[in-house]
């Protein structure tokens, strides 16, 4: 495709489905450890990064039965090895 004299490509990717296991605790669990890292950090920015860290490791880890059983308990080490304490602030608004 070519719109003035510019070559244009379209690319399609299809992007796999995410793992509905891992979709549920990351909407239970996301809202809250967000609140927490974005008051701590005072950077709302740097608490995506932190997250996305978390749900990463979080992710990777669910192959073991032990993580799946345990959502919470998972996330709150991981949250614990980046830094993050849920019981370090009062939860509200950032």
């Not at 701590?40 to 992710?59: C, H, I, N, P, S």
């Not at 709150?76 to 993050?84: D, N, Q, V």
Request: glycine share 4%; charged share 30%; hydrophobic share 45%.
């Amino acid at each position: 495709m070519s719109q003035n004299g510019l070559l244009i490509r379209l690319v399609i990717v299809k992007v796999p489905k995410m793992d509905p296991e891992f979709e549920k605790t990351y909407r239970d669990h996301y809202p809250k450890l967000f609140r927490i890292a974005a008051k701590m950090l005072q950077d709302r920015e740097g608490a995506k990064d932190v997250l996305q860290d978390v749900f990463t490791a979080y992710y990777f880890a669910m192959s073991n039965e032990k993580t799946l059983r345990m959502p919470r308990r998972v996330l709150l080490w991981r949250s614990s090895a980046e830094g993050l304490r849920w019981d370090a602030v009062e939860v509200g608004e950032v």
